[in-house]
């Protein structure tokens, strides 16, 4: 079955602007989180969403966002775009939250901001 | 707040050589552990997981963990690298049970260990 799809896989966007950044989960997964993964910092965790709702939120300013959509599919949004959220950006989508099933992660978003 | 420390930030083998990635994470709880590898280029992928039962997992490619409790310890292990081992390895934990109301709680990594496999 096909994996965790994020798209697009590559961004270069100017400082001040925001970007939008989509995830869709394994088919059938209600669950997915979003992280971003910098030399400096590592694996840092955004938010989770889990059944459009969100459940979980990292500590990340509020110009980090995001949603669900009732298929699963998040999108998560960065506006007034700063030179460090230059990242890559991973989705990880999991079967049931409530379960300790593991997360499976896409091949990632990699945004420059410039 | 929970944290995870890998203590090697970079390692280097011969082809052969026994590896062994030292994990430790901070949390009294009830904790799920994972080892995760980045190869260059790639995604994350899942190496091995520990939920309950035995505390020596073993994963793919040959991998093996042992968790330890009283040690707060999930070090990786392999008897012998291969150079396609080269890549980054990333510990990580969820808590779970009452501190996440039940739910398995999201992913904290570790800093990662990179591993370099010479031919």
């Known amino acids: 079955k096909a994996g965790v799809t994020q798209t697009p896989r590559y961004l270069i966007k100017t400082r001040g602007q925001q970007v939008t950044l989509s995830c869709s989960p394994i088919?059938?997964?209600?669950?997915v989180s979003w992280y971003q993964q910098t030399p400096g910092q590592g694996l840092q965790f955004l938010f989770e969403?889990?059944?459009?709702?969100?459940?979980n939120k990292g500590n990340f300013p509020g110009r980090f966002s995001g949603r669900q959509f009732s298929n699963s599919r998040s999108e998560m949004n960065v506006s007034t775009l700063e030179l460090g959220d230059s990242a890559l950006y991973l989705c990880a989508s999991s079967l049931d939250r409530d379960k300790p099933y593991g997360y499976t992660f896409g091949s990632g978003t990699r945004l420059t901001v410039v | 707040a929970q944290s995870v420390s890998q203590h090697n930030h970079h390692v280097i083998l011969s082809e052969a050589a026994s590896l062994e990635l030292g994990c430790n994470y901070s949390y009294g709880g009830t904790v799920n552990l994972f080892w995760y590898v980045q190869y260059p280029g790639q995604h994350l992928q899942l190496l091995l997981k520990?939920?309950?039962?035995?505390?020596l997992v073993k994963g793919i490619k040959g991998f093996e963990a042992e968790f330890i409790k009283s040690k707060f310890s999930f070090n990786l292990r392999k008897p012998s690298v291969q150079w396609s081992d080269t890549a980054e390895y990333f510990c990580a934990v969820t808590g779970s049970g009452a501190f996440y109301g039940g739910s398995q709680g999201n992913l904290i990594f570790g800093k990662g260990t990179k591993l370099s496999v010479k031919p």
């Open positions: 969403y889990f059944s459009e709702t969100q459940r």
């Open positions: 088919s059938g997964h209600r669950s």
């Open positions: 520990y939920f309950s039962g035995d505390p």
